[in-house]
């Protein structure tokens, strides 16, 4: 059995070998890619630019281009180098000011060895949108949400002040969008690989074996009950809001919608943003993000 470390190395070494996989993804699921972008924008001060902006995992950069391009100072950070090169060749046809300020390789466990210890506890925002999905370790997951948490921004702390802290958005996928998938791609996998999947509906983790039957890339789906009760355990927060990015549209419902264009898409993407902010909706999606400001009390 590979060790969690052996798969996210692997799952590395994919991306490396398919760099264009997470940009064809995000162009065919235009849906979870406005949501998540919206949401994000939502809970950023409004009417300010030059924010400071960490984006863990954040692979060619979708969300760091498109975050720069309004104005922010974004680093990227990527544990897979095909993915990072990608997006230098993306920032090398643009202005400075389209673009993130640094692009660095390094792993969402590890961010030390990284950045500098003085950037700890400085940034308005930190995305943490992909690297839940790939490491295979409860106790390292929390590890990367720990060290992603400790790069947010404290309040200032002054009466005088009222600027609140900065903010974490950290993503899953679902448990049952994988069963969504299998039951449009291969629906009788259910009953065939019966103590897989009763595995599966204990830890999530699914790990994809080549024709060799080694392991050649890894994906963990936690239980969406779960997300805000880890996400509330690791950062000391209460007040945790969870967005589902595909609304009422997973499990590839979205493929027409992401067909069209102008008023039309719009109308999907507010209709999506609708269920996939109500209280019990966004346990719908596929994919799932929370988001939690640091308050005076991580002081």
């Avoid at 204990?202 to 060799?212: A, I, K, P, T, W």
């Amino acid at each position: 059995m590979a060790t969690p470390q052996e798969l996210n190395a692997l799952t590395s070494h994919r991306y490396n070998e398919n760099p264009n996989l997470e940009d064809e993804r995000l162009r065919k699921h235009r849906i979870e890619y406005e949501v998540t972008l919206r949401t994000i924008l939502s809970r950023l001060p409004p009417g300010r630019t030059g924010l400071k902006i960490l984006d863990i995992g954040g692979g060619t950069g979708p969300y760091s281009f498109a975050l720069a391009a309004l104005g922010h100072s974004v680093t990227l950070v990527d544990i897979s180098p095909g993915l990072l090169a990608l997006a230098r060749e993306r920032a090398a046809s643009l202005p400075p000011t389209a673009r993130p300020a640094r692009i660095l390789e390094g792993d969402a466990t590890s961010l030390s060895s990284v950045l500098p210890a003085d950037e700890r506890g400085t940034f308005d925002a930190v995305l943490l949108l992909g690297p839940l999905y790939h490491i295979m370790s409860a106790e390292l997951r929390e590890q990367a949400i720990r060290e992603a948490w400790a790069m947010v921004r404290p309040p200032a702390g002054r009466e005088e002040d009222d600027e609140g802290g900065g903010t974490l958005f950290c993503a899953w996928v679902s448990r049952w969008a994988h069963y969504r998938d299998v039951a449009t791609r291969d629906p009788g996998r259910l009953a065939k690989k019966g103590e897989f999947y009763a595995k599966h509906a204990q830890d999530g983790d699914y790990v994809r074996l080549d024709e060799n039957g080694q392991p050649c890339h890894a994906m963990n789906h936690e239980v969406p009950a779960n997300m805000p009760v880890i996400l509330k355990r690791v950062t000391g927060e209460e007040d945790v809001k969870m967005v589902g990015t595909e609304g009422l549209l997973a499990g590839n419902l979205d493929k027409l919608v992401n067909e069209l264009q102008g008023e039309e898409f719009e109308a999907w993407v507010e209709k999506c943003l609708e269920v996939g902010t109500d209280e019990h909706g966004w346990m719908l999606s596929d994919h799932i993000v929370g988001v939690v400001s640091k308050t005076a009390r991580n002081l």
